[in-house]
């Protein structure tokens, strides 16, 4: 019999709950056929754990996360929250969560499903042989340095400040570079050192950690030649190691080389095996509750949390086929359907991929 994982799970708010219904379907799935066992605990996290708790983060909820091997996350937000002080806003948890678990580099993979090259707004030949990894540092930088405001020469000023410690940049480097070697042995380091003095301590500690894998080729690239490269060329990068702002906002342009952003997964990752995992996508407060959300990205973040936290590379494998063969049959939900007349929900869409998952 095998080892029972524990995985925490964490609906959150909008679609969040919709999608990592499917999301439990597919793991129940995996359990019948693979033999793997799952328990799952269910916890309070964002919009709904702030309306019901009083806090986006309750402590019972992270006290859950980090008894578990793994944690599962939908989404959280929405628009009821967006004028709560900052204490009180999901966004708040999100970070909270990642930092108190220890996760420090978010892991996104972006790799073209040829059946839905019709679905970005690129050229297919732009596109073809496109099978990238985003590695986005997660602790540091300017969404974590101090914030305020003052009074200028001119008015009210806003000030936030980007700060990064060697350690910091150490430690995801050698991530990234690790990750390199288990594909096409490519590294492009993205910063924007010719004015950025985050950047320049970024690039010298990336080039002093290259020393130790000679194996890996690296190449330096500014993050507004990257937004630029990765519409022109993006099938030329491997993975792209970068730091918390520049990651944030280059993973989601690389998402939508995909076609939707409904179709990526990602992994949170600190040392060892620990991971979370979650859709690329937020709450998406314009569909919530009508059945209609993708549940591909959520079931795709499920494949690599066997990958990357439980090695089951077997029943990752079949879940990752099982959403090719849906695709190829032609099955879509709305944000990647070119004829929306024929799109399916979310609970069909999970159905299918559930039905075609097998050894
Ligand atoms: P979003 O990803 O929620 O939505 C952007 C657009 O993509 C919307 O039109 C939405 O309908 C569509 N979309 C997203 N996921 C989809 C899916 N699975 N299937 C089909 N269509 C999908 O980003 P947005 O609108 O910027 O943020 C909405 C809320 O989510 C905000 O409160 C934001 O703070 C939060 N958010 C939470 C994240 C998280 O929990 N990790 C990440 C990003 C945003
Ligand atoms: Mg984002």
Known sequence: MAEVKKIAVISGDGIGPEVIAEAEKVLKKTEEVFGYRFETEHGLFGGIAIDQKGTPLPQDTLDMCKNADAVLLGAVGGPQWDNNPKELRPETGLLGIRKALGLFSNIRPAVIFDCLKD???LKPEVLEGTDLI??????????????????GDNGQEAVDTCVYNVQEIERIARQAFEIARTRSKKLA?????????TSRLWRETVIRISADYPDVELEHVLVD???????????????????????????????????????????????GAF????????????IAGQGAANPIA??????????????YHDAAEAIERAVKEVLDAGHRTGDIAVDKSTAIGTTA??????DAIRK
């Not at 380091?189 to 003095?197: G, Q």
């Not at 959520?298 to 090695?311: D, E, K, N, P, Y």
């Not at 869409?349 to 559930?354: E, K, S």
Request: with cysteine; aromatic share 8%; net charge negative.
């Open 298 to 311: 959520t079931i795709l973040s499920v494949a690599l949390m066997f990958r990357l936290t439980f090695g």
């Open 349 to 354: 869409m999970g159905d299918l991929i559930v």
């Open 275 to 286: 991971g979370l995992y979650e859709p690329v996508h937020g709450s998406a407060p314009d």
């Open 119 to 121: 679905a970005s707004t």
């Open 189 to 197: 380091s993205v910063d924007k050192a010719n004015v950025l003095e």
């Open 225 to 271: 030649n990257c937004a630029m490269q990765l519409l022109r060329r993006p099938s030329s990068f491997d993975v792209i190691v970068t730091e918390n702002m520049f990651g944030d906002i280059l993973s989601d342009e690389a998402a939508m080389l995909t076609g939707s952003i409904g179709m990526l997964s990602s992994a949170s990752l600190g040392e």
């Open 134 to 151: 985003v590695v986005r540092e997660l602790t540091g930088g300017i969404y974590f340095g101090e914030k305020f405001r003052r009074d």
